[in-house]
């Protein structure tokens, strides 16, 4: 059972380019999310979807688009990279009940120069 | 909106010494709280949370969180660290605000960092 798998772990973009980073989960959860963690922020919800065919908007979603075609895949696109979207990216996944727990994947480590 | 705050950004210890790190939140209202560990280069795991009853809650690595709603405090205890608890470790809540979407607000974040 791999749980919340990312690709690529790392990248380095210039600035301008595009990029889409894949989440794909095997544990037939309905809820998916993107995080960036930055140095003494946290971490904060870029986009959200709570099903198949279905995404919102998070607290920092400016510059980032996200799809969710498939119930096991979660794809964050930067269509023109800026160095300050350089930062940790954190997929998670939760089966949508009330009380049940977020699964994370390892992250995917981005650095726009 | 609702907020978290961990007081403490880096808690350095000694290894057998008691640690505790901080977690307030801004909510009056019910709240689910979580706290995630990351290791170096890792994910997050989650070592512990609180939904409802008891409000003193266990993970199964010795550490222990107590809900404190008068006080909105969550905070993380371990009465004695090993090396291998040296990691980061995020405070997170889920709360009416997040509907039925799951969605979490983590604190910032606090280092802990066990010495020999």
């Known amino acids: 059972n791999a749980g919340v798998t990312q690709t690529p772990k790392f990248r380095v973009l210039k600035t301008g380019q595009s990029m889409t980073l894949l989440c794909a989960q095997d544990?037939?959860?309905?809820?998916m999310y993107w995080y960036r963690q930055d140095p003494g922020m946290g971490l904060r919800l870029i986009h959200y979807?709570?099903?198949?065919?279905?995404?919102a908007k998070g607290e920092v979603p400016d510059g980032y688009n996200v799809s969710r075609l498939k119930k096991q895949n979660f794809l964050l696109g930067l269509e023109s990279a800026a160095p300050s979207q350089t930062s940790v990216y954190f997929c998670?996944?939760?089966?949508?009940?009330?009380?049940?727990?977020?699964?994370f994947g390892q992250g995917t480590r981005l650095t726009v120069v | 909106a609702q907020s978290v705050t961990q007081l403490d950004s880096q808690v350095p210890v000694f290894e057998e010494a008691p640690v505790e790190l901080r977690c307030n939140y801004s909510s009056s209202v019910s709240v689910y709280l979580f706290w995630y560990v990351q290791y170096p280069n890792q994910g997050l795991q989650l070592l512990l949370k609180?939904?409802?009853?008891?409000?003193l809650v266990e993970s199964i690595n010795g550490f222990e969180a107590e809900f404190n709603k008068s006080q909105t405090s969550f905070h993380l205890r371990k009465p004695s660290v090993h090396i291998s608890d040296t990691a980061e470790y995020f405070c997170a809540v889920r709360g009416p605000g997040s509907g039925n979407t799951g969605k979490l607000i983590f604190g910032q974040g606090t280092t802990l960092q066990v010495k020999p």
């Open positions: 544990m037939n959860h309905e809820y």
């Open positions: 998670a996944s939760n089966l949508g009940v009330q009380n049940t727990e977020a699964f």
């Open positions: 609180y939904l409802s009853g008891s409000t």
């Open positions: 979807s709570v099903g198949e065919g279905t995404t």
